[in-house]
Nanobody
């Protein structure tokens, strides 16, 4: 199983980025997908999750309508559109896949992880 995250970079505060996660080696549509992030010196935290079909989405409170998670089961990809970025969003962003029965937001329930992509927001 491989999850390849991409799309990170350096952006100014107020800007936007779109992260992508390409999955291979698994039956993608059977897995709930999510994004987590880890800032320097902090624990990894949940950002957003999407159900197998894409019909349900879940967000951390700090997203506040700025981010949108989506998936394309035909292409085995997932995306995270991030708008109105601020310096507190600076972190390594990880995509993850969960075979749990329901969509989950806890790190321990995710089975597969990508390598992460760095997002840096300058003030």
């Amino acid at each position: 199983v491989q999850l390849q995250a991409s799309g990170g970079g350096l952006v100014q505060a107020g800007g936007s980025l779109r992260l992508s996660c390409a999955a291979s080696g698994l039956s993608f549509s059977w897995y709930h997908m999510a994004w987590f992030r880890q800032a320097p010196g902090k624990e990894r935290e949940f950002v957003a999750a999407i159900s197998r079909s894409g019909g349900s989405t879940y967000y951390a409170n700090f997203v506040k309508g700025r981010f949108a998670i989506s998936r394309d089961n035909a292409k085995n990809t997932m995306s995270l559109q991030m708008n109105s970025l601020n310096p507190e969003d600076t972190a390594v962003y990880y995509c993850a896949a969960s075979g749990a029965r329901v969509t989950v937001t806890t790190e321990r329930d995710y089975d597969y992880w990508g390598q992460g992509t760095q997002v840096t927001v300058s003030s």
